[in-house]
């Protein structure tokens, strides 16, 4: 306690709060959207940010290092993306602890940590911007649906974006939920239905949705969340070893999944936040703030209930419009990096189109077959070259 520090403690408030409130929305339409019941939704995310924040905090303490955890954000995406698989969410439970598994082998078997880092960053970029298109397209579809309220939620959102991006998506989803409590016109939710019960699925281990759901969540978890992760802390001075983290997240993702959780990870926004100067000058004293995180997302899993209460009273598209405003950086950052290489341009292309045309063969879902065509095309036009 000698290392405690107030300054490293109130950035980690702040990264608790910004972490679950600018993508919540995301992960419970995912959940939704794979066929999970509000009640499952609510045990989901409840899992989900207190594995991340028990993660969070072993790590942290376990290391003296800031090694900030995040749920999947872009994971959630792809499975908004996807639709409810055959066998519904208990096969989409099966593809959770099938990603699982395959975290913790990348951190025991380290040429599986290099395949993934090898995958041509156009080629897993593309796969992830075609994901995200569907749910960045929805402030668009909401101002068309609700202009008032579509636009209250953009304007408030673009407004403290420029003065302060990291607060836009909070910003918006205080407004989003202002707006609902005014206009809900439906009866109020009881009390004991806010608290969230953690409600235990078993799997269904179905091979076409382990390959169409849980290998791209596994690929899109590590290539957009794992590896960025690590070079945050890299550039901030810190040196772990990715194995042990990699098989940790992968460790916490597994006892997540019976309860809904898809996947859990090294974070890279709120990284950046914990291992930055402004959390602590004196480096050796910044881990607080991840270990104050980490306690701060387990507080706000007992508020999975009222945020899924909160979603299932408002309109599905106000809620998919929030979702959107949080993945436009995230769908620009991917586009941008799927077409900066110029002779894998036309390669990413097909990653992207297939993947977001969402279209499945054999009960696999577009993602995987984005990232075969993108894959193949390459292959043909490097072996011609």
Request: charged share 10%; hydrophobic share 65%.
């Amino acid at each position: 306690m000698r290392t405690f520090s107030l300054q490293a403690a109130i950035a980690g408030l702040l990264v608790a709060f910004v972490g679950f409130a600018s993508s919540f929305a995301v992960v419970l339409q995912g959940l939704i959207a794979v066929g999970a019941s509000r009640a499952e939704a609510a045990s989901g995310l409840m899992a989900l940010s207190i594995a991340m924040g028990l993660c969070a905090i072993v790590l942290s303490l376990q290391r003296r290092q800031p090694i900030s955890i995040a749920w999947s954000t872009p994971g959630a995406a792809l499975l908004a993306a996807s639709g409810v698989p055959e066998g519904g969410f208990a096969a989409a439970v099966g593809a959770f602890l099938f990603c699982g598994v395959l975290l913790v082998a990348a951190g025991l078997w380290k040429p599986l940590g290099r395949w993934v880092a090898a995958i041509p960053a156009s080629i897993a970029n593309a796969m992830l911007a075609g994901v995200l298109l569907g749910l960045c397209l929805a402030p668009a579809r909401a101002v068309a649906a609700l202009p008032l309220q579509g636009l209250a939620i953009i304007i408030v959102w673009a407004v403290v974006a420029r003065l302060k991006r990291i607060y836009a998506v909070p910003a918006a989803v205080v407004v989003a939920v202002a707006i609902i409590a005014l206009t809900a016109d439906g009866p109020s939710v009881p009390w004991a239905a806010l608290w969230p019960q953690p409600v235990l699925v078993w799997p269904e281990f179905a091979p076409a949705t382990m390959v169409g759901i849980g290998l791209p969540l596994f690929i899109v978890t590590m290539a957009s969340q794992n590896i960025p992760g690590m070079a945050v802390l890299q550039v901030n001075g810190y040196r772990p070893e990715p194995g042990p983290l990699f098989r940790m997240t992968g460790i916490f993702s597994l006892l997540g999944a019976p309860f809904g959780g898809h996947a859990v990870n090294l974070a890279a926004i709120t990284a950046a936040m914990c291992a930055g100067v402004d959390a602590h000058p004196d480096r050796a004293r910044r881990y607080w703030a991840a270990v104050v995180a980490g306690a701060g997302y387990v507080v706000l899993g007992l508020l999975a209930g009222a945020a899924t209460a909160f979603v299932a009273a408002a309109p599905p598209v106000l809620i998919e419009a929030v979702a959107g405003l949080a993945l436009l950086g995230a769908f620009a950052a991917a586009l941008l990096g799927a077409m900066a290489e110029l002779r894998d341009r036309e390669a990413a292309a097909i990653t992207f189109l297939v993947t977001a045309s969402g279209i499945g063969f054999f009960g696999i879902g577009g993602a995987f077959w984005g990232l075969l065509a993108g894959g193949a095309m390459l292959a043909l036009s490097r072996w011609r070259a």
